[in-house]
């Protein structure tokens, strides 16, 4: 699933391509994952608007059009949405095609739980996957007693308010692991028993391996593109994620792993404590 350097990846990938390009046309080959407003038609929706702005809230990518309308796209498992300079053909998997007036834009999703909803750009905070989301990690104005607070409300295993998009917005299964060894703390304590100086370790590491995962546009372990269709390349600095059963790359013993939240979650006994 994109997590937040991957949608940021995306954004910034689509951003150079198609900031200020018209929506000629669209043409939705699955209906439910294009979401319109009411009961207006999509593509008229679309149709003739210009890309006038991109955005990033959480995993969310929101790209603002010249009518006040805003198509937020939510990728989950495994949409993509990605630019061709050139005519493209579909396959099975391609459910809308933007036609621009310069190359064309597919958003195509293997296990079809993404969706592209539109909305009234005014508006958009306030729907409701939106308006519950918590604070950006790499906002200047984001700080280690923000976390704590916001931690220390959550009354569970620390892996579990990290998946939380209302504690902090944008972390999934794979920066919270490799944030969580970085800092030296195990996936399963209770964000109860952290001291301020793991929180401060676990702010400091959440915000590296974010910043590092962008600087790497993304991590590619299976699915994930940007919107040139390039992979990312940050999996080549995974700790943890993915690793159970290998061996710690600190310290050599065998990483574990173990369901936590509901997720698979791995990570060293000797290394985080
Ligand atoms: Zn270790």
Redesign the pocket.
């Known amino acids: 699933m994109p997590e937040l350097p991957e949608v940021e990846s995306i954004k910034l990938t689509l951003a150079k391509n198609t900031l200020g390009k018209k929506i000629l046309d669209a043409e939705i080959f699955w209906p439910p994952a294009a979401v319109s407003i009411a009961d207006l038609d999509f593509a008229e929706l679309v149709k003739d608007r210009v890309i006038e702005n991109f955005d990033r809230r959480g995993k969310y990518l929101l790209i603002g059009l010249n009518n006040g309308i805003t198509m937020i796209v939510h990728f989950r498992m495994t949409g993509r949405l990605i630019y061709y300079p050139e005519k493209q053909p579909v396959d099975k998997h391609t459910h809308v095609v933007f036609y621009l007036d310069e190359g064309e834009m597919h958003y195509s999703d293997i296990r079809k739980f993404g969706r592209i909803q539109l909305v009234p750009t005014q508006k958009a905070s306030d729907i409701s996957s939106l308006a519950k989301l918590g604070p950006e990690p790499l906002d200047e104005c984001f700080a280690f007693d923000t976390l704590g607070q916001r931690l220390a409300k959550k009354k569970s295993s620390i892996k579990a308010a990290l998946l939380d998009q209302a504690v902090i917005a944008g972390l999934g299964n794979i920066y919270a692991d490799e944030a969580l060894f970085r800092a030296g703390i195990l996936p399963g304590r209770n964000t109860q028993s952290l001291k301020v100086s793991e929180i401060i370790l676990l702010y400091n590491s959440i915000c590296e391996v974010l910043t590092e995962g962008i600087n790497a546009r993304g991590t590619s372990f299976r699915d994930y593109r940007d919107a040139d269709g390039n992979r990312g390349s940050f999996q080549e600095n995974l700790m943890v994620y993915g690793r159970g059963g290998m061996e710690?790359k600190?310290?050599?013993?065998l990483l574990q792993r173990e369901k936590i939240a509901g997720r698979t979650t791995v990570y060293?006994s000797?290394?985080q404590k």
């Not at 600190?250 to 013993?253: A, F, I, M, P, V």
């Open positions: 710690c600190e310290c050599g013993s060293c000797q290394c």
